[in-house]
């Protein structure tokens, strides 16, 4: 079983590396036979077969360390700080030489590296301070070796100090280089981060634009099908009734049939033009080029609903010269949606009122039918008072829709404020 990830500055529990095996080795092929000459050349003609087993055997383990240091930094320290310990013991004036002077002691400084660069904060701490000490100690059994190998004789205060200063400035600079590693590897992983939040965060908000246009080019599909449609069925229903009756009126219902048809298609052009359709290609100049509808669209709007048995009055209090397009569009969107809804849920005969009043912060529309349309019936699609609601929250307004105060019919009020981003002033007209 894998072992837990670890808390911030513990060691990551896991199993030596290939490279941590080479460099190990590595280090040994260099180090080691450099030892062995000098061990040997201190011993000649001697029997001390022990003391140099005992050297070699410190050195060994000191070797071994390398191949624990990423795995396990603190173990790694201790292990080669007993190591070093037991070699400043072989180093004591018995000794033919100062044995932890060696080559292979430079060791200690990779693993001192290593931890300055591991996240181990205890490790990366113990392992200079250990090794400081060590060098003073290291320096007094040199000065005890060398005044007690000139019989009596100290050692020279000058060597002694420049061999303290020189293992100190190698402790530290393994430790600022390896502090230096760890944060360099620091930056460069929280850029990398940043880079993946970055490019994570662009793909959200492109996800988010496609999800907008989604909703958008839903409700512009549901506010021309779903409008042309009612109209279209709510005509030649009339054409229909007025066949036999009236062949002048049928006609002019069929004709009405044939224009909101046509400009239905023009519509649908429009908006896949705006998808970049291939398709909408193939439609005019004109089409792609179609002003959005307004406020001064309302008449038009009114008329090509208004048919037999569907009166549709507008009115309009106030002068409204200083809407902008986007209000005007959502004001055009609320009255299409809602006399639509009139001609699909309301059978006729119906009298529908349009009635737009201007203040001087905020507009409000308000649509009355006397059908008896049913409240779940326009709701059902998903589209319908859903569609109207977002249209006027984005302009920062607000829609109420329900049963007219006297039980027949329906209304649709919205209140929508005529500086952009604005909220709908509390003086508006009511």
């Known amino acids: 079983m894998s072992d837990a990830s670890p808390e911030p500055g513990r060691p990551v529990r896991r199993a030596p590396s290939v490279a941590d095996w080479v460099w190990a080795?590595?280090?040994?092929?260099?180090?080691?036979?450099?030892?062995?000459?000098?061990?040997?050349?201190?011993?000649?003609?001697?029997?001390?077969?022990?003391?140099?087993?005992?050297?070699?055997?410190?050195?060994?383990?000191?070797?071994l360390t390398v191949v624990l240091r990423k795995v396990r930094p603190r173990g790694a320290v201790a292990v080669a700080s007993a190591a070093m310990l037991g070699l400043v013991a072989l180093s004591l004036p018995f000794a033919p030489t100062v044995a932890v002077l060696l080559p292979s002691s430079a060791?200690?400084?990779?693993?001192?590296?290593?931890?300055?660069?591991?996240?181990?904060?205890?490790?990366?701490?113990?392992?200079?301070?250990?090794?400081?000490?060590?060098?003073?100690?290291?320096?007094?059994?040199?000065?005890?070796?060398?005044?007690?190998?000139?019989?009596?004789?100290?050692?020279?205060?000058?060597?002694?100090?420049?061999?303290?200063?020189?293992?100190?400035?190698?402790?530290?600079?393994?430790w600022a280089l390896g502090r230096y590693r760890r944060e360099s590897l620091r930056k460069r992983a929280a850029q990398a981060l940043a880079r993946e939040q970055a490019v994570e965060l662009g793909r959200q908000r492109e996800r988010a634009v496609i999800a907008e246009e989604r909703q958008r080019i839903g409700r512009d599909l549901?506010?021309?099908?779903?409008?042309?449609?009612?109209?279209?069925?709510?005509?030649?229903?009339?054409?229909?009734?007025?066949?036999?009756?009236?062949?002048?009126?049928?006609?002019?219902?069929?004709?009405?049939?044939?224009?909101t048809g046509r400009g239905a298609m023009a519509d649908m052009r429009g908006l896949l033009s705006?998808?970049?359709?291939?398709?909408?290609?193939?439609?005019?100049?004109?089409?792609?080029?179609?002003?959005?509808?307004?406020?001064?669209?309302?008449?038009?709007?009114?008329?090509?609903?208004?048919?037999?048995?569907?009166?549709?009055?507008?009115?309009?209090?106030?002068?409204?010269?200083?809407a902008s397009p986007g209000l005007g569009l959502t004001?055009?969107?609320?009255?299409?949606?809602?006399?639509?809804?009139?001609?699909?849920?309301?059978?006729?005969?119906?009298?529908?009122?349009?009635?737009?009043?201007?203040g001087r912060e905020s507009v409000v529309l308000t649509i009355d039918d006397d059908g008896r349309s049913v409240e779940a019936s326009d709701t059902a699609s998903g589209r319908g008072i859903r569609g109207m609601s977002d249209r006027v929250a984005q302009v920062g307004g607000r829609l109420e829709t329900g049963r007219r105060p006297d039980g027949e019919g329906w209304r649709v009020r919205a209140v929508l404020p005529i500086l952009t981003g604005g909220p709908a002033g509390a003086d508006g007209p009511t």
């Open 331 to 358: 004001i055009y969107r609320v009255a299409q949606e809602s006399l639509t809804n009139t001609l699909k849920h309301a059978p006729a005969p119906t009298r529908s009122e349009l009635r737009l009043e201007w």
């Open 25 to 63: 080795g590595a280090l040994a092929a260099g180090l080691l036979p450099l030892t062995i000459v000098e061990l040997l050349r201190s011993v000649p003609g001697r029997d001390l077969a022990a003391w140099v087993g005992g050297v070699l055997l410190c050195f060994l383990v000191l070797h």
């Open 107 to 174: 060791v200690y400084l990779v693993l001192v590296y290593s931890v300055a660069a591991s996240d181990d904060r205890v490790a990366a701490i113990a392992a200079p301070a250990i090794g400081l000490a060590g060098a003073g100690l290291m320096t007094w059994v040199a000065a005890v070796h060398e005044s007690d190998a000139r019989s009596g004789f100290a050692a020279p205060p000058g060597a002694l100090i420049a061999l303290a200063g020189f293992l100190v400035a190698s402790i530290g600079a393994a």
């Open 274 to 322: 705006t998808l970049g359709d291939a398709s909408a290609s193939a439609g005019t100049a004109a089409d792609a080029l179609r002003p959005t509808p307004g406020i001064a669209d309302l008449r038009e709007l009114v008329e090509r609903v208004r048919g037999p048995e569907r009166a549709v009055m507008l009115v309009e209090v106030g002068e409204g010269s200083s």
């Open 222 to 259: 549901h506010d021309v099908v779903a409008h042309s449609l009612a109209v279209v069925v709510a005509q030649a229903e009339a054409a229909r009734v007025l066949l036999d009756l009236d062949p002048v009126r049928a006609r002019a219902a069929v004709e009405h049939v044939i224009g």
